[in-house]
């Protein structure tokens, strides 16, 4: 085993700002020893109907920090996709982390009667196809990172593990004993953020062809700017000082405590949730007085938590979460039919007055907050995506 293919994404040096994610200089391609995983909420949009969009949310994270705590902080690349994730691994670690994918899909069934399907390509099987994977490490914040993708073998996996026939290779086998895995860490304890002076959009943005299509998305970032904040700029974030909730959400701590005991009972949950709110009720104090408790400081997480959100990335297509005004709404989506009906992308789009945050937080000074767009978010622009596609092919 190459000590080098084992660390490949640790070693990956990271680059800054968002705008240079297109650039070819800061990606390498995924080693043919690792695997991709994908997993995503099977009949989400119908959920999301039912008003059930932070348990999606949740469910979309919680496979994300099972692997992380299984694999005990190995740096790996993993992107949120609001109602699913995808992560890359090596092949030695995926032993490790087939239970707790398992116990997932246990969970996301026991708790929230939903279906988690999970599966994982070998990138041997993707690049026997030609298709290729390539990563870069986006510098967030002077703690965190975040992966970008790109290769076009993102899309040929998803439609592998989804497809009724082949799909049987790559998705996870029934667990022969009870599966078991640690969500320690995954929250979802803030209220929505709310736009403050219009709209909260989710963005998807997919270039169409083949071949290098770097040039079509530096075309599109650089649209994107003419209307909108320059995307490293504070300014660009949807959460922000001046909108950020400080309260808790009663409906978000009871997800959680479903989540991490999906086989209580409502006794054993409301015992849990007690514990929860009391601890919210400790940050709302060093909140409130600035008051360091421990190791705990309120005012330096809150700080953290506006650096360390993921509303920008890039997997295989462009995905934003970005507050807009009624003009720049108007204007974007004229750029984006624009671009659409000269054959470069499709996209979606979806617009709540909210976003909403999901937290993973490994200590009080390591933390990443995933966001999406409020009612839906990326799911339903997502729906919109695929009829264009279906439409276009």
Same mark, same amino acid.
């Given at each position: @085993?190459?000590?080098? !293919?084992?660390?490949?994404?640790?070693?990956?040096?990271?680059?800054?700002?968002?705008?240079?994610?297109?650039?070819?200089?800061?990606?390498?391609?995924?080693?043919?020893?690792?695997?991709?995983?994908?997993?995503?909420?099977?009949?989400?949009?119908?959920?999301? &109907?039912?008003?059930?969009?932070?348990?999606?949310?949740?469910?979309?994270?919680?496979?994300?920090?099972?692997?992380?705590?299984?694999?005990?902080?190995?740096?790996?690349?993993?992107?949120?996709?609001?109602? /699913?994730?995808?992560? $890359?691994?090596?092949?030695?670690?995926?032993?490790?982390?087939?239970?707790?994918?398992?116990?997932?899909?246990?969970?996301? @069934?026991?708790?929230?009667?939903? &279906?988690?399907?999970? *599966?994982? =390509?070998?990138?041997?099987?993707? $690049?026997?196809? *030609?298709?290729?994977?390539?990563?870069?490490?986006?510098?967030?914040?002077?703690? !965190?990172?975040?992966?970008?993708?790109?290769?076009?073998?993102?899309? %040929?996996?998803?439609?592998? =593990?989804?497809?009724?026939?082949?799909?049987?290779?790559?998705?996870?086998?029934?667990?022969?004993?009870?599966?078991?895995?640690?969500?320690?860490?995954?929250?979802?304890?803030?209220?929505?953020?709310?736009?403050?002076?219009?709209?909260?959009?989710?963005?998807?943005?997919?270039?169409? *062809? &083949?071949?290098?299509?770097?040039?079509?998305?530096?075309?599109?970032?650089?649209?994107?700017?003419?209307?909108?904040?320059? !995307?490293?700029?504070?300014?660009?974030?949807?959460?922000?000082?001046?909108?950020?909730?400080?309260?808790?959400?009663?409906?978000?701590?009871?997800?959680?405590?479903?989540?991490?005991?999906?086989?209580?009972?409502?006794?054993?949950?409301?015992?849990?949730?007690?514990? =929860?709110?009391?601890?919210?009720?400790?940050? #709302?104090?060093?909140?409130?007085? /600035?008051?360091?408790? /421990?190791? +705990?400081?309120?005012?330096?997480?809150?700080?953290? @938590?506006?650096?360390?959100?993921? +509303?920008?990335?890039?997997?295989?297509? %462009?995905?934003?979460?970005?507050?807009?005004?009624?003009?720049?709404?108007?204007?974007?989506?004229?750029?984006?039919?624009?671009?659409?009906?000269?054959? &470069?992308?499709?996209?979606?789009?979806?617009?709540?007055?909210?976003?909403?945050?999901?937290?993973?937080? +490994?200590?009080?000074?390591?933390?990443?907050?995933?966001?999406?767009? /409020?009612?839906?978010?990326?799911?339903?622009?997502?729906?919109?995506?695929?009829?264009? @596609? #279906?439409?276009?092919?």
């Amino acid at each position: @085993m190459s000590s080098n !293919s084992l660390e490949f994404y640790r070693e990956l040096p990271p680059f800054t700002p968002f705008s240079k994610v297109t650039m070819a200089e800061h990606y390498r391609p995924i080693p043919a020893d690792w695997v991709v995983v994908i997993t995503d909420v099977k009949g989400s949009t119908k959920a999301i &109907e039912e008003n059930r969009y932070k348990d999606v949310n949740m469910l979309g994270a919680s496979s994300i920090v099972a692997i992380l705590n299984a694999l005990k902080g190995r740096m790996i690349p993993f992107v949120f996709g609001g109602d /699913g994730a995808t992560l $890359l691994v090596h092949e030695t670690d995926w032993p490790k982390i087939v239970e707790p994918l398992q116990a997932t899909q246990r969970m996301a @069934m026991k708790a929230f009667n939903l &279906e988690l399907r999970v *599966g994982a =390509v070998p990138m041997r099987d993707l $690049l026997a196809q *030609g298709a290729q994977v390539e990563v870069a490490r986006f510098q967030v914040s002077p703690a !965190s990172s975040l992966a970008m993708i790109r290769g076009g073998g993102l899309q %040929l996996a998803e439609k592998w =593990v989804k497809s009724e026939e082949v799909g049987r290779k790559y998705r996870l086998a029934e667990p022969e004993r009870e599966p078991e895995a640690s969500f320690e860490g995954l929250s979802c304890r803030w209220n929505p953020v709310q736009a403050k002076r219009g709209e909260m959009m989710s963005l998807l943005i997919l270039a169409r *062809g &083949e071949g290098d299509l770097t040039p079509i998305y530096s075309r599109i970032l650089r649209d994107l700017e003419l209307v909108l904040s320059p !995307s490293g700029s504070a300014a660009a974030s949807p959460i922000r000082e001046d909108n950020f909730a400080r309260r808790a959400n009663w409906k978000g701590l009871w997800t959680e405590v479903k989540l991490h005991l999906p086989d209580a009972t409502a006794f054993t949950r409301i015992k849990k949730l007690i514990g =929860v709110f009391l601890q919210v009720l400790i940050v #709302k104090f060093s909140m409130a007085t /600035g008051l360091k408790l /421990g190791s +705990f400081h309120a005012p330096t997480y809150v700080q953290d @938590m506006l650096a360390n959100t993921d +509303f920008q990335k890039f997997d295989d297509m %462009l995905r934003m979460i970005r507050e807009v005004s009624r003009g720049e709404k108007e204007q974007l989506l004229q750029l984006l039919e624009a671009r659409r009906q000269s054959g &470069e992308i499709f996209y979606g789009t979806h617009f709540s007055p909210q976003a909403l945050m999901t937290c993973l937080v +490994f200590s009080f000074d390591h933390h990443i907050h995933f966001v999406d767009g /409020g009612d839906g978010g990326y799911a339903l622009a997502a729906k919109q995506l695929k009829a264009q @596609m #279906k439409v276009g092919a």
